[in-house]
């Protein structure tokens, strides 16, 4: 199992909120940044959150990230259709690793 | 434009050896740390290593150690992942991912790699 514990899946009606959590612990979360990826069926993943919460350029300010202690949100609001996808959380570990969480799939109802 | 295309994937037995390759264009890759991602079927991301701009400083997964070797060549903006002792769980499709910020800010389309007799 994932060093970083995500919920398996979410879902929500367009135009609704959604959070995904990410929890870890102080080896990890606790004393890093925390990234956010996305990932649609069939294709590589992108960066949606770096840092814990800055977005890279282009990513819509729909998208948004926290963290507290060792634990990180990834919030999308104004849930789209075309938001249906893998989310994945990661951050680095103090053993010299690079753990991502399980995965969470969002369903748009 | 950001551009990362992996090659060398491809079907080997058990105990096989495969080398894979990452070319990169549109950022000064000597400045930026790399690394290797994997996804086997149906599964969640799985980091595998990690080398720095120099190479002076490299990590691999415990998953990994001791069979794969990561390097890189600055000169030619390159990226590889020397797979050695493949074993059927190393079946997954391999990204190599820039690391410009703290995070994997860029991905390649990915390599897959079969492990099966």
């Known amino acids: 199992q994932s060093v970083l514990t995500q919920p398996p899946s979410v879902s929500a009606a367009p135009g609704q909120k959604v959070t995904i959590s990410c929890s870890g612990s102080?080896?990890?979360?606790?004393?890093?940044?925390v990234s956010w990826y996305q990932q649609l069926p069939g294709t590589a993943p992108k960066l949606l959150i770096y840092?814990?919460?800055k977005r890279p350029s282009g990513i819509p300010d729909r998208f948004s990230g926290s963290k507290s202690g060792t634990s990180a949100t990834l919030g999308i609001t104004g849930l789209q259709t075309g938001d249906e996808a893998d989310y994945y959380c990661g951050t680095w570990d103090s053993s010299l690793s690079a753990p991502f969480g399980g995965g969470t799939k969002l369903t748009v109802l | 434009e950001v551009q990362l295309v992996e090659s060398g994937g491809g079907l080997v037995k058990p105990g096989g050896s495969l080398r894979l390759s990452c070319a990169a264009s549109g950022f000064t890759f000597s400045s930026y740390s790399m690394n290797w991602v994997r996804q086997a079927p149906g599964k969640g991301l799985e980091w595998v290593s990690s080398?720095?701009?120099?190479?002076?400083?490299?990590y691999y997964a415990d998953s990994v150690k001791g069979r794969f070797t990561i390097s890189r060549d600055n000169a030619k903006n390159s990226l590889y992942l020397q797979m050695n002792s493949l074993r059927a769980e190393d079946t997954a499709v391999y990204y190599c991912?820039?690391?410009?910020?703290?995070?994997?800010?860029?991905w390649g389309q990915g390599t897959l790699v079969t492990v099966s007799s």
């Open positions: 080398i720095s701009s120099s190479s002076s400083y490299i």
């Open positions: 102080s080896s990890n979360i606790g004393n890093n940044y």
């Open positions: 991912a820039t690391a410009v910020s703290s995070a994997f800010d860029y």
């Open positions: 840092e814990n919460n």
